[in-house]
């Protein structure tokens, strides 16, 4: 699948915050909006029920998305079923967001994304159905330290979703860093932070696939489905790139690993949104 590579070759750019050149930043978001594309797209390259629904023009999106309910949470990434007379017209499109983020495609990418069906985002007064509600966080740096906040995050997000939209797909994707050694702003100035590797990077994943509930565990908040993308960014210029390696990441037969996610989702999805 395509989409950790390309979100590893995204992350590689450097772009502006705070008057420096970050490929991370922990004030920007722009590394879970890439994620939540790259995860699209290898969904509908590779989820021929979701791409069905989206040639007959049944598929919104919305990156950020308010997602509507008791507390308004807003969502990383919404697949939502939309209704035939919903307008189309001065709406971003799936292709659009990818200009937008300066996502970076090859050209066997580009090839596929042409010829995939134009779908386009959602505004928040759709009055559309709920599909997929995702959240994406990122473990980049001070790997133990984080894991009671971003345990509870994760646990908020599955139980508001689930709340607000009772039959939707939730669904948890963590990005966590494998590198040794991180380069952290702070301030003006930065600081360089060191790893244990690899067992600060199995912490998180174990946390993650032992105290991340999924629906047979817990059904009010419990996740439908959880995976991981491991990557050794070192935020100092130095190219990104994705861990394979099953000493470190997930194995292709962990039902966390990104590949199984995937697949997860789209059974998920063609049991209960396809026609």
């Known amino acids: 699948m395509r989409g950790p590579a390309i979100l590893a070759r995204t992350m590689s750019v450097a772009s502006a915050r705070g008057g420096a050149l970050w490929q991370y930043h922990s004030r920007s978001d722009n590394h879970s909006k890439v994620a939540c594309w790259t995860l699209l797209f290898d969904l509908l390259i590779e989820c021929d029920a979701l791409r069905h629904a989206a040639e007959y023009g049944r ?70 159905e709920v599909a997929i509600a995702l959240e994406a966080k990122a473990c980049m740096t001070e790997h133990v330290k984080s894991l009671p906040r971003l345990h509870a995050e994760i646990l908020a997000t599955g139980y508001l979703a689930r709340k607000a939209s009772p039959r939707c797909i939730t669904v948890s994707y963590s990005l966590v860093n494998a590198a040794t050694e991180f380069v952290t702003p702070s301030g003006n100035a930065s600081k360089t932070n060191r790893h244990r590797q690899p067992d600060d990077t199995r912490r998180v994943i ?21 995976g991981i993308t491991v990557v050794e960014c070192r935020n100092d210029g130095s190219p990104v790139r994705v861990i394979d390696d099953p000493a470190t990441a997930p194995a292709r037969t962990d039902r966390i690993h990104y590949e199984r996610m995937v697949r997860s989702i789209c059974s998920e999805f063609r049991g209960r949104f396809a026609r």
């Open 206 to 226: 174990e946390m993650i696939r032992n105290a991340v509930p999924t629906v047979s565990d817990a059904r009010d908040y419990g996740y439908d489905v959880v």
């Open 59 to 128: 598929i919104g999106f919305g990156i950020n998305h308010v997602m509507v309910g008791q507390i308004n949470k807003t969502l990383d990434l919404v697949v939502s079923i939309v209704p035939p007379e919903r307008p189309v017209a001065r709406r971003r499109t799936f292709r659009n967001i990818a200009d937008q983020l300066r996502i970076v495609l090859d050209n066997d990418d580009l090839d596929r994304l042409d010829g995939l069906p134009v779908i386009v985002e959602d505004h928040r007064s759709d009055v559309s």
